[in-house]
């Protein structure tokens, strides 16, 4: 059984820094297609950052050089580093995984996890 918990939201100033997890559980991590997606209020889900099976990732351009998706194989864990955070960076934030490559469109990822809230302040 598939399973995927975030950890590590919560309400940081601009300019701050936080970093999410993404404990996996029910396959193997290095075998899969696992990303970050975030919704705002209001606004679809929208896919930021994505680490395909061969480590390479792909990030939206609002986040591009401020993010970075990183994976621990031998923890099963995904991650998230945000930097430099802006208060339009607020929204939920969700880890996601399928076997197949998916890029950073939502509809193509299988599993998801319940979300961790990341909210910015000015």
């Known amino acids: 059984q598939v399973q995927l918990v975030e950890s590590g939201g919560g309400s940081v100033q601009a300019g701050g820094s936080l970093r999410l997890s993404c404990a996996a559980s029910?396959?193997?991590?290095?075998?899969?297609?696992m990303g970050w997606f975030r919704q705002a209020p209001g606004k679809e889900r929208e896919g930021i950052a994505v680490?395909?099976?061969?480590?390479?990732?792909t990030y939206a351009d609002s986040v591009k050089g401020r993010f970075t998706i990183s994976r621990d194989n031998a923890k099963d864990t995904l991650y998230l580093q945000m930097n430099s955070l802006k208060p339009e960076d607020t929204a939920m934030y969700y880890c996601?995984?399928?076997?197949?490559?998916?890029?950073?469109?939502?509809?193509?990822?299988?599993?998801w996890g319940q979300g961790a809230q990341v909210t910015v302040s000015s």
């Open positions: 996601a995984a399928d076997w197949n490559w998916g890029g950073l469109a939502p509809d193509l990822y299988r599993y």
């Open positions: 029910g396959f193997i991590v290095s075998t899969y297609c």
């Open positions: 680490i395909d099976v061969d480590g390479s990732a």
